[in-house]
């Protein structure tokens, strides 16, 4: 085997997800085989799609500035769920209006019920993300008017 060959090898694994090669030719054993290194790997974001009950509610302008609305955001990673059962109406829906301490929402992590509470008196303009669908920590997940 020739060292362009080799080469020619070696930029092949360069390009391709194949980690190892294996080659017996006229009587050499040739065996390529490099790590998996994964540099910045981007977690997609999760995709929020209205509901019935927030259709039906009238749609809150995006021209209101931003520093208007308090921003509730998770405080722990975990699944985020907007009722305490899957067959139970949700702790708050759009336009509802809530006390400072109301619980908004559930955060599951590592099979622990972490109640997430309203930091002000307000209504609840904006819910952010899905139920049952993974949160990061510090990741928005409500905005609320305050009242």
């Not at 030719?25 to 998996?36: A, D, N, V």
């Not at 209504?123 to 990741?139: D, M, T």
Request: aromatic share 4%; with cysteine.
């Amino acid at each position: 085997m020739e060292l362009d060959e080799i080469k020619e090898l070696m930029g092949l694994l360069k390009e391709t997800d194949i980690t190892e090669v294996q080659i017996e030719k006229e009587g050499i054993k040739l065996k390529i085989k490099r790590e998996r290194r994964f540099g910045h790997v981007e977690m997609p974001h999760s995709v929020v799609t209205a509901t019935k009950a927030e259709a039906a509610q009238p749609a809150v302008e995006d021209k209101a500035p931003a520093l208007h609305y308090t921003t509730v955001t998770a405080p722990i990673v975990g699944t985020f769920y907007l009722s305490p059962a899957p067959d139970a109406s949700p702790f708050v829906e759009v336009g509802s209006r809530v006390k400072k301490g109301q619980i908004l929402c559930i955060i599951e992590a590592m099979k622990l019920m972490n109640e997430i509470e309203s930091d002000v008196d307000g209504i609840v303009a904006k819910i952010l993300v899905e139920s049952s669908n993974p949160v990061q920590y510090g990741q928005p997940i409500f905005l609320v008017e305050p009242v």
